[in-house]
Each structure stands twice: as C-alpha cells, then as structure tokens.
C-alpha cells in the first residue's frame, strides 16, 4: 500500500530533509508540498540538489485537498504550526515539527513560548514523539509532536540514567553545541557568514533556552519528582550536527552499562565502547545516535557525550520513524542510510 504524504513548510531545512527521505521510501508518495511564500515554485527552484526528484510543485495550503491524505508532515514554524493544525480535519494523521505540542502543560507553553496556546484540544491529545520510548502511544496516536533537536539528544544520553536512578538527579550538567541549521532558514544577522564563521559561542545562558521545558517535563516524569538539568547550548560554524558532553555524578561502568543495556535493541542508537566518544562527523546526514561513556578522573564521576544529526535524527528523521510507526510500516524502512563520511 502506498501512503500519500502531504508536507506544509516544505521550503524550510526540516521540509528539504523530509523530501530527501520520504522520496526513497518504498510506500510513501508525496502528493503534496506547501509553502506560502514560495507557492507556484518549483522544489528544484528553491532546493537544487533536489532537481533529480519528480515533484509537486509547491503551493499554499488552502490548496491542498486532505481527504486524499493519509499522513500530514507539519515543519512550520512555532505559533503557526497550531493555528494551522486546528484547522486541518480531525481525522488526519499528523506529525509536527514544531514546538506547539511538545509541552502537556499550556502554562509551561505559555511560559516558555510567550504566547498562550491557541489549540489546547489538539494539544491534550498530542503524543510525545521521541520514538524509542514512546512507540506504543506512537501507533494509534493521530497527532505526534516531535521533539526539539537539543531535547533529543539530551535525553538520548540521559534518560536511561535518570530512569534506573544510577546518576546524582540534583548534578546534571549538559554542554551542548548545535550547528546553525538547527536555528532554521530564515535570515538573521547572527547566523551571517562574517557573524558566525570562525568564532564560538554560547547562546540563552543561565536557563532560558526552551528546550529545558522538555527537559523538565520528561526528566521530571521520569522520576516521579522535580528534576532540572544545568543546559547551555553553543552554535558551532557547521551545518548539521549536535554534540552534547554531560557530566554526571555517578559510577562510569554502572553509568555505561545501564545505558548499553538500554539501547542494545534499538536500530539507531549506538551506545560505543567504554571509553570512546563520538563525533558529528560519525552521524551526519544519518538517523543515528552515537553514545560515549568515560570515566572523570574524580572519583564517582562520568562524561556522557552523545552525537547525531539535528535535521535527521533531531528531526525529519524522527518523524518519519513516527509516521512509520503510525502508518502499519516498519519503523526503519527508509531510515537505515549509511552516514556521510568525511
């Protein structure tokens, strides 16, 4: 069976990613690709190394008829990802991109996104898309939000950790570097070229980036009690990868095997050998994580760092092993594409 595919912001990064992975998949067509600004373009218009690919033309949402769509990919942005999802039919399956559905409280989202929730109804019905620990509620939800790329590998790395309790839950330090692709393509200042090349920075210092309110929320549950990680992102002058080194306070071999143990099943998470740390350059334009475990020279003390691609594995990669997942497909069809080296 061939699932017809619609994606709304289809001129974004996270858009081109999902055509460039849904386009080799066995039983998905894309029937439809929207994107305001750009409508009446063609995709080779605005992504040329997408020439080789037959596809629809780009046009406006209004335009789409969704009755002859199985599986909607909403990559919008923030705000207007909800506005837009209320609207679509009840009965469409969805996996958003975004961050309107990420957060179970509208007051967190109000908190962390400035603006009030404008489609609580969807909301409450929305399912946490990090597919490795959600998949039972993945296949029969109708509505999947993906999760924010640094909330991703954050919790690739830590999770397990908190879950077993083998980590001291009140100091957890996560160092995180993402490269720009993960701020979008939209023009801003900071991300020009003689902005950004050759230098290094930190970014939302002291606890104000809003992928913490995922942190707290999925942490928090984990445990049974409140938990906040110490975050702080850097923007790396590449353009695809996320890094995250985190120092916890535990012993390294139970830190190391609790994780190998967690991840031993899965298909895109490798947890590497006692000592080895990863790379971006091991994951890149891949669906996998890469895990590292090594012992601090303080006693009691271990370094997890985690790798992988933010627009595949952080993203667009994510979500089509949701929408595998919801649609009856195996959830690495499509998805199992060697990394690109060097």
């Given at each position: 069976?061939t699932?017809k595919?619609a994606?709304?912001?289809?001129?974004?990064?996270t858009?081109a990613e999902?055509?460039r992975?849904i386009?080799?998949?066995?039983?998905?067509d894309?029937?439809?690709?929207?994107?305001?600004?750009?409508?009446?373009l063609?995709m080779?218009q605005?992504?040329?190394?997408?020439?080789h690919?037959?596809?629809p033309?780009?046009?406006?949402?209004?335009?789409?008829?969704?009755?002859?769509?199985?599986?909607?990919f909403?990559?919008?942005?923030?705000?207007t990802s909800q506005?837009?999802?209320r609207?679509?039919?009840?009965?469409?399956?969805?996996?958003d991109l975004s961050?309107?559905f990420r957060?179970e409280?509208?007051e967190?989202y109000?908190?962390?996104?400035?603006?009030?929730?404008s489609?609580?109804?969807?909301?409450?019905?929305?399912?946490?898309?990090?597919?490795e620990?959600?998949?039972?509620?993945?296949?029969?939800a109708?509505?999947?939000?993906g999760?924010?790329?640094?909330?991703a590998?954050?919790?690739?790395?830590?999770?397990?950790?908190?879950?077993?309790g083998?980590i001291?839950?009140?100091?957890?330090?996560?160092?995180?570097?993402?490269?720009?692709s993960?701020?979008?393509?939209?023009?801003?200042?900071?991300?020009?070229?003689?902005?950004?090349?050759?230098?290094?920075h930190?970014y939302?210092?002291?606890?104000?980036h809003?992928?913490?309110?995922?942190?707290?929320?999925e942490?928090?549950k984990?445990?049974?009690?409140?938990?906040h990680?110490?975050f702080t992102?850097?923007?790396?002058p590449a353009?695809?990868?996320?890094?995250?080194t985190?120092?916890?306070k535990g012993?390294?071999?139970s830190?190391?095997?609790?994780l190998k143990?967690?991840y031993e099943?899965?298909?895109?998470?490798?947890?590497l050998?006692?000592?080895?740390t990863?790379?971006?350059?091991?994951v890149?334009?891949?669906?996998f994580?890469h895990?590292g475990?090594?012992a601090?020279r303080?006693?009691r003390?271990?370094?997890?760092?985690?790798?992988l691609?933010?627009?595949?594995?952080?993203?667009?990669?994510?979500?089509?092993q949701?929408?595998?997942l919801?649609?009856?497909?195996?959830?690495?069809?499509?998805?199992?594409?060697?990394?690109?080296?060097?």
């Open positions: 069976m699932h595919i994606i709304l912001g289809a001129s974004g990064y858009g999902l055509v992975l386009a080799e998949h066995p039983n998905m894309i029937v439809a690709l929207a994107a305001e600004r750009k409508a009446g063609s080779a605005v992504f040329p190394h997408l020439r690919m037959d596809l033309d780009l046009c406006k949402i209004s335009e789409i008829d969704f009755s002859q769509i199985d599986l909607c909403c990559a919008l942005p923030h705000k506005d837009v999802i609207a679509l039919p009840k009965d469409l399956k969805i996996v961050a309107d957060l409280d509208a967190a109000e908190k962390w996104y400035g603006n009030p929730h489609a609580l109804e969807q909301q409450s019905e929305a399912v946490y898309g990090l597919t620990f959600c998949r039972d509620q993945i296949r029969t109708r509505l999947v939000a999760t924010g790329c640094n909330a590998t954050g919790q690739f790395v830590l999770r397990p950790l908190v879950s077993a083998v001291d839950l009140d100091d957890i330090i996560l160092d995180l570097k993402c490269a720009v993960g701020a979008g393509r939209s023009l801003k200042e900071n991300l020009l070229h003689a902005e950004l090349s050759e230098g290094y930190a939302a210092v002291g606890g104000t809003r992928h913490l309110g995922e942190f707290d929320q942490f928090s984990i445990a049974g009690r409140p938990v990680v110490q992102p850097h923007l790396l353009n695809r990868g996320i890094l995250a985190t120092y916890v012993d390294p071999q830190v190391y095997e609790t143990s967690a099943a899965e298909p895109f998470i490798q947890v050998p006692f000592g080895e990863p790379s971006t350059h091991h890149r334009g891949s669906n994580c895990i475990v090594v601090d303080v006693e003390r271990a370094i997890v760092v985690g790798a691609d933010n627009l595949t594995k952080g993203s667009s990669g994510q979500a089509l949701n929408a595998n919801m649609l009856g497909e195996v959830e690495t069809t499509g998805l199992m594409m060697a990394p690109l080296f060097p």
